[in-house]
Structures are given as C-alpha cells and as structure tokens.
C-alpha cells in the first residue's frame, strides 16, 4: 500500500514538473498555433536566472523567491523579442515557425555555453525545501510538494487570466476568429504579443522550479522540449484541461514503469503510449470541435 | 483600401515549373556533370582522408534526397529521419561487428565481452549473422516501420505539426532506449571500431575509396530515380497532396495513401544513407540519430531548397562540410551559424538557394520571348 502511494506521489511530482513546462506551450502552441522549439531554452533562461541571481544575492531562500518574477519577466521578454523579430512574419507557415525557432534554440544554447560554461552548474536548495513530510507513511519531499504547489497556482492564474480579465478576453478573441476580432477593434498583433510574453514567461517560471529537480546546463531545455510538446498535443491543442489531466496521467504512467522496468525503458513505453494514444484520439483528449476540414 | 482581388500575376510560376522537353534533356547533362565530379575529378584532385570525409557527407546527401520528396514535394516535415538512419546503420553495424567478431575466432561482438553480457548472443542479434538478411534489413527494416507508422498516421489524418512533433518523439524514443540497453547496443558509445567490410579491411585506404564510389554510386542512382519520381504523375499528385490536400481528397484520390508512399520511399532512403554511413565512418551511435541530428538531416535540404533536388543534395553536403570544418576550428561559430542558417534560409528564403537560381534564371529568360504555357503535355 505504502509503496503505491509513494509512487502514485512520484507520479504526480513528475506530472507537476511535465505540467510546468507544458504550460506556457498550451498558450503559445496551443491557442496561438506557434511551434516553439525555444521554448525549451526559455526554460533555461528561467535557471539560469535562478543561478545568477543565487550568486549576487547570496544564501537560497530568498533568491528563490526573487527568482520566480524575474525569470517570468526575462524569458517572457526573450519570447516577445522573438515573436517581434521572427514569429510575426510566419504565422502562416506554422512548419517553418517550427525550424526557425530550432535555429534561434541552438543561438541560444550556445549563448548559455558563452556565458556560463559548457558544464552543469548548481544550485543551493533552500533549507525549507530540501526536507520531508511524512503523511500516513507516505514520504514527501518538499521540493517536489512546491513544484505541485507552485504548477497549480501557475494552472489557477493562467485560468483565471484567460477567463476573467479583459486581455483574457482578447486572446480567446483571436484564437476564435482572427479576422473578426480585428474588425471588433482588437489589436490582434499586441494580443500576439501579450500571450506570447505570458506563455514564455510561465517557462521561465517552470526553468526555475527546474532547479530543485535536475541539472542547470545549456542542453538542458533539450531534454524537456519533446515532453512538452507531447503533453500539449496529448492534451487537445489549446485546452488547458487536456494538459493538466495528460501531465498527471503521464507522470504517474511513468512512475509506475520505471518501478517495474527501468528509467529509460518507462520514457519510451511512455513516449510509444502517446504516439498510440494519437492514433485513438488524433486531436488529443480534449477537443476543440469546429467545422473546418483542417 | 485594401483589395481582396488577386494581384495581377503574368510572370510564370517559378516553384515547380511542369516538366519540359527541354527539363527532361537538361537533367542527364546534369547527372553526367554529377558523375564526372564524384567518380572522375574527386578522386583526383582530394587526399585519402578528404575521400572518406566526403563519402559521410555524400550519406548526408542520400537522406537529403528522401527528405526532398517527403518534405520538399510532400510537404511533411520528417523530423524523425534519425530513426530510420539509425535502423539502417545498426542493421548493417551488427552484422560487420558480428563478422568481425567470426573473423577473430569469438562468437560474440568485442563490446559484449566488456561489458559481460553473458555467454549467448541476444536472439534478435542472430538473423543479422547472415549478410542477405542484414543487407535486407538495413532498407526493409526502415520502410517497414515508416509503412506501419504511417499507415496510422495518415489514415487518421494526423498530419502539420502533429506529424511531426510525433516523428521527433519516435527519433527521441530509439535514441533513449538503445542507450538504456549498455549491454546489447552498445549504449552511449554506440558500436564502434568496424573493421571489415565483407572481407574487406577497412583501414586499407583503397578500400576506403571503394566505399566511397559505392556511395556516390547510390546516391547517383537514388537521385536519378527520385527525379523520375518527381515528374511522374505520382509526383505531381504528390505536390497536390502538399498544397491542397483536401482538394486531391474530393478529386477522388486518397491522400493518405500517396503520402505513405513518399514517407516509406524516404525512410527507406535514410536506411540506405545509415547503411553506408557505417563503413565510410565505422561507426553508429545514439548521438547520431537522436532529435538533434534528426532535425539536422532536414536543414541541408531546407538551405539548398527543399523541393529541388539537386539544391536538397548539394545543400546536404554544403551544410555537413562546414559542419566537419569548422565545428573543429570554431565550435562556438559553427553553433550560431548553425543557428542563423535555420533561421534565414527557413524563414526568409523557404525556396532554399535553388529558388534564386530560378529566379535568376526566369530574370534571364523573361528578357526572350516568354515561352508558351505548357499545360496539359503531361502525358
């Protein structure tokens, strides 16, 4: 018994992490059709944030804390210096965005190697965060409870954002009919903008949740960029609930597979699981019903 | 005071021009011109080492000319094409290390008795002791599994970026899973340290030459036939499929059967280019087939133009013999320039560098009297 409910909790923290990096893609893959391949190195912005800010600040806590707005705001100014730059001009060639980014992705890892050094660096955990609870046998590290803590609030905000606030709004707007929001007197181009800001700032944010969990490298966005796009594409593109349900189902599949197989045996059985399960629902779980042929 | 009118359109339309007479004479000038380069002024003016190197630029050059006619013609972005070189060049890779290993009187690979794998061969190693078998499979194997991948695929009508984050995800799982199996695959290392070839030792330099007009050979041969490919009416069908797929569906054609097609023809492709991969460099790893080098495969083509082939070709090798000189020389360069190419050749000159030869090209001709549309010669 103890040992399901630890790895029905192993599950979830991995979902948490999946559902964190998957977040910000729900908006820009999702709602807006961009394929991201930064994406991932906007993740490590988020780190890297997160490390530097560790060695001016000094000590654990509190630059964790200042880290979760900065990254925001520096991975979610990276994604709207790039949607300015580049993306605008390919929202028609969704394919292309898709190589182009790759492109900006490898400028940027290579960037990160400049600065800091091709090897890993680390960071200090905060005391609060490096210990246990234990709730009816189960253990739980605090670590990944923040990581589940902080992608729910993350899920809540976004929620709230798109279903409440004017900008909100506007970028459900767009999303649903371009062309008449324009006429409606929305400025399609800065809601582009906007939405493209929140969701790579959410993968900043996730880049520092990252910290707690894993390796601080210039590859590291790598690692994580097929995840994400599996969970949103599993999910049903742009629903927010798709994502979170695929994230959880996905961690804990993998959790139990890696109890009763090995790491990298459970990653594949998972990543062949998702490329079948497309083939039940090839529009993800949830989808977005409209009468277009495409 | 915008118009939704068309803009008035008489220059010709440069992106696929119907094949002409005068397309189909030019073409075997420029398959001689091929071959005379690759089989009679190469191997004069270039050093041993340099032979080899362009022999691994030419294996570039072989997926090149698959993802020309599944991305270029077909529209579907085969970002997975690591997957199928890979399955070609540990196809090929077993039986060599498996010979090597019957060469020096073992009965199992060297790297097996490192890592202390037991005393018996793993039972889906054996077939691949015998040579048919394993030539076979190097392009069997491969069109097998794009056949039934995309069977589904496309029969589901999953197709854009779904496609192919799906084909990244599959190079992401064959790539993780042969490193997780150390003892049987080699795991990180790959398998390394091919000595022979069919007998033959692969140190010689002569028959390191060999190797290299095997592979010019085939990639000669693959190049004649996808251009036949290309200007069939499969091949036209094709570029329909790519720009109005529902259009061909209500035709009465079945798209998801002529996108099967190119898909398994270029898997097939990679698994060749894997197979003689592995002689001309003598070795295959997780690191050449894993989602890195899996979206590399494409951007050579994307550079060259991805619906020319010969632009698709000559930008494969273009973008690996910069890669090889100057990923040495100046790693932190190569990598941005790496990056820029993605990013100017994809999104500010999607036609690759062969859309401004033919710009340039109709500039020249425009000045003559335009030629008369040749429509409905397709016979």
Not at chain 1, 92 to 109: E, I, K, N, Y
Not at chain 2, 5 to 31: E, I, K, L
Request: aromatic share 10%.
């Amino acid at each position: 018994m103890t040992v399901i409910l630890n790895q029905s909790f192993t599950g979830i923290s991995i979902g948490a992490v999946l559902l964190l990096i998957a977040l910000g893609l729900t908006l820009t893959f999702g709602q807006m059709g961009v394929i991201n391949m930064a994406h991932g190195e906007f993740i490590m912005t988020g780190a890297y944030t997160t490390y530097v800010l560790q060695q001016a600040v000094g000590g654990a806590g509190v630059p964790l804390l200042l880290a979760l707005p900065l990254a925001f705001l520096v991975a979610g100014g990276l994604g709207a210096l790039l949607e300015w730059l580049l993306i605008r001009r390919l929202y028609t060639r969704p394919l292309d965005t898709l190589l182009v980014t790759w492109g900006v992705a490898l400028m940027l890892q290579q960037l990160a190697r400049d600065l800091f050094g091709a090897p890993n660096v680390h960071t200090t955990a905060p005391d609060t965060l490096t210990g246990n609870v234990s709730v009816a046998g189960v253990v739980l590290t605090t670590n990944r409870l923040f990581i589940l803590g902080l992608a729910l609030a993350c899920v809540l905000g976004l929620t709230l954002m798109l279903r409440l606030t004017p900008l909100g709004r506007r970028v459900r707007a767009v999303v649903q009919n371009r062309e008449l929001a324009e006429v409606s007197g929305i400025a399609t181009g800065r809601v582009d903008r906007t939405a493209f800001f929140i969701g790579s700032g959410l993968a900043g944010v996730a880049g520092v949740a990252l910290t707690l969990v894993g390796p601080i490298g210039p590859t590291m966005g790598t690692n994580y960029i097929v995840d994400a796009f599996l969970v949103v594409v599993a999910g049903g593109i742009g629903r927010l609930r798709g994502a979170v349900v695929t994230a959880f189902a996905l961690g804990v599949l993998q959790a139990v597979l890696e109890y009763s197989t090995t790491t990298s045996v459970a990653k594949v059985v998972v990543l062949v699981a998702v490329v079948a399960f497309l083939q039940w629902r090839p529009q993800g779980l949830y989808t977005l019903r409209t009468r277009s042929l495409v | 005071m915008t118009t939704t009118a068309p803009p008035p359109a008489p220059t010709p339309a440069v992106a696929t021009p119907p094949p002409s007479p005068s397309a189909r004479f030019r073409v075997p000038g420029a398959f001689l011109l091929g071959a005379v380069l690759l089989f009679g002024v190469a191997p004069l003016v270039l050093s041993d080492f340099r032979i080899s190197l362009l022999a691994k630029y030419l294996c570039y050059a072989i997926v090149a000319v698959g993802v020309s006619l599944a991305w270029g013609r077909g529209g579907l972005l085969v970002l997975g094409q690591g997957v199928f070189f890979g399955l070609g060049g540990y196809a090929m890779a077993m039986h060599l290390k498996l010979a090597d290993a019957a060469a020096a009187g073992e009965t199992l690979p060297d790297f097996m008795l490192l890592y202390g794998s037991g005393d018996a061969l793993p039972w889906w190693w054996r077939p691949f002791a015998n040579p048919v078998f394993a030539l076979a499979a190097t392009v069997l194997l491969p069109m097998a599994v794009a056949a039934l991948l995309g069977y589904f695929v496309f029969r589901r009508r999953v197709r854009g970026a779904y496609f192919a984050i799906l084909s990244q995800a599959l190079a992401a799982a064959l790539s993780i899973w042969l490193v997780g199996q150390q003892t049987t695959t080699g795991g990180t290392n790959g398998l390394t340290d091919i000595r022979g070839f069919f007998g033959y030792d692969l140190s010689d330099p002569v028959n390191q030459r060999t190797v290299y007009f095997v592979v010019a050979g085939v990639l000669l041969l693959l190049m004649a036939a996808a251009r036949q490919l290309f200007v069939s009416r499969y091949g036209e069908l094709l570029v329909a499929v790519r720009d109005a797929e529902e259009r061909v569906r209500f035709l009465g054609y079945d798209p998801a059967a002529v996108k099967l097609v190119a898909y398994v023809v270029a898997a097939g492709t990679a698994g060749l280019a894997g197979a003689l991969f592995v002689p001309a460099v003598g070795i295959i790893s997780p690191a050449l087939i894993g989602i890195v080098p899996s979206i590399g495969f494409v951007i050579g083509a994307a550079v060259g133009g991805r619906a020319s082939l010969v632009g698709a070709v000559l930008g494969a090798v273009a973008v690996a013999w910069a890669q090889s000189s100057l990923s040495d020389a100046f790693p932190a360069a190569w990598t941005y320039l790496q990056g820029l190419l993605f990013v100017v050749a994809v999104g500010f000159l999607p036609g690759g560098l062969a859309s401004v030869v033919t710009a340039l090209r109709a500039r020249r001709t425009r000045t003559a009297p335009a030629p008369a549309p040749t429509k409905g010669e397709t016979a």
